[in-house]
């Protein structure tokens, strides 16, 4: 697992912090409700989705000087340029128009290659599951990796702006196969399904050595780093009041 400094470029990156800041500038925020979320991607048109730019329930973040869009099979996918040097990233992010207090969250996604050059590909170089996104420093995410699963949460009180919550060895992701990744987080607790086998089960988030709670309520994204993606079928709703 590669340094935090060098990882996120949705946490750490500056120029793609700078380009964030003021894409949320000139979007107003959303608040949380009871809508729930389904998108197959088939109703779009064929085509990139410029950075900045709202499509149905999405917005484009960043799209890691490559693309994002629909592809002809009305999938989601995400292209980052691919990089070049050991030290250079680049990342694409979604995120939902609307807020969920809590969310239960499920959605296909394939990393069908990863893009860097000149250099072996570091394990989370692939699509992650974002939830609970307020900006571009507070977010839970989770990585399923040719090495194992990763569950994390950004918060600017720690280095690298980023919380490990949870990792283990297995499952592994297979580079080029589908797999159904579910979220459900119903206050402080977090679990996580891989292809209907659960891989987290019962994570309490704690506040850690920066004093940070739980982020209850946020958008969901989809985000992709050094890496060629498709998501599809993404299914969200509030879980705020659930048993």
Same mark, same amino acid.
């Given at each position: 697992?590669?340094g935090?400094g060098?990882?996120?470029?949705?946490?750490?990156?500056?120029?793609?912090?700078?380009a964030?800041?003021l894409v949320?500038?000139a979007?107003?925020?959303?608040?949380?409700?009871?809508?729930?979320?389904?998108?197959?991607?088939?109703s779009?048109?064929?085509?990139?989705?410029?950075? =900045? @730019?709202?499509?149905?329930? %999405?917005? #484009?973040?960043?799209?890691?000087? !490559?693309?994002?869009?629909?592809? +002809?099979?009305?999938?989601?996918?995400?292209?980052?340029?691919?990089p070049?040097?050991?030290?250079?990233?680049?990342?694409?992010?979604?995120?939902?128009?609307?807020?969920?207090?809590?969310?239960d969250?499920?959605?296909?996604?394939?990393?069908?290659?990863?893009?860097?050059? =000149? @250099?072996?590909?570091n394990? %989370?170089? #692939?699509?992650?599951v974002?939830? !609970?996104y307020g900006?571009?420093? +507070?977010?839970?995410?989770?990585?399923?990796?040719?090495n194992?699963v990763?569950l994390?949460?950004?918060?600017?009180?720690?280095?690298?702006?980023?919380?490990?919550?949870?990792?283990?060895?297995?499952?592994?992701?297979?580079l080029?196969?589908?797999?159904?990744?579910?979220?459900?987080?119903?206050?402080?607790?977090?679990? #996580?399904?891989?292809?209907?086998?659960?891989v987290?089960?019962?994570?309490?988030?704690?506040?850690?050595?920066?004093?940070?709670?739980?982020?209850?309520?946020?958008?969901?994204?989809?985000?992709?780093?050094?890496?060629?993606?498709?998501?599809?079928?993404?299914?969200?709703?509030?879980?705020?009041?659930?048993?």
């Open positions: 697992m590669g935090a060098q990882r996120g470029s949705l946490v750490w990156g500056g120029g793609l912090l700078l964030l800041l949320l500038l979007c107003p925020p959303a608040s949380a409700g009871d809508a729930p979320l389904y998108d197959d991607f088939g779009y048109p064929a085509g990139k989705w410029p950075e =900045g @730019s709202l499509r149905g329930g %999405w917005r #484009v973040v960043f799209d890691g000087y !490559g693309g994002a869009g629909v592809d +002809r099979r009305g999938r989601h996918y995400q292209r980052p340029a691919a070049s040097s050991p030290g250079e990233t680049h990342a694409g992010l979604v995120v939902s128009r609307g807020e969920f207090a809590g969310v969250l499920t959605l296909r996604q394939k990393t069908v290659r990863q893009l860097r050059q =000149g @250099s072996p590909p394990p %989370w170089e #692939v699509a992650w974002v939830w !609970g900006d571009n420093t +507070r977010f839970y995410y989770f990585i399923l990796k040719p194992g990763e994390g949460k950004a918060h600017p009180g720690y280095p690298g702006a980023q919380r490990f919550l949870y990792t283990a060895p297995s499952p592994r992701l297979s080029g196969e589908w797999n159904r990744v579910r979220v459900r987080q119903v206050g402080r607790t977090i679990d #996580v399904w891989v292809d209907g086998a659960r987290i089960d019962g994570f309490v988030d704690t506040p850690g050595p920066a004093g940070d709670g739980p982020y209850l309520e946020g958008r969901v994204g989809l985000y992709t780093e050094d890496a060629s993606t498709l998501f599809d079928d993404v299914r969200a709703r509030p879980t705020a009041g659930a048993p």
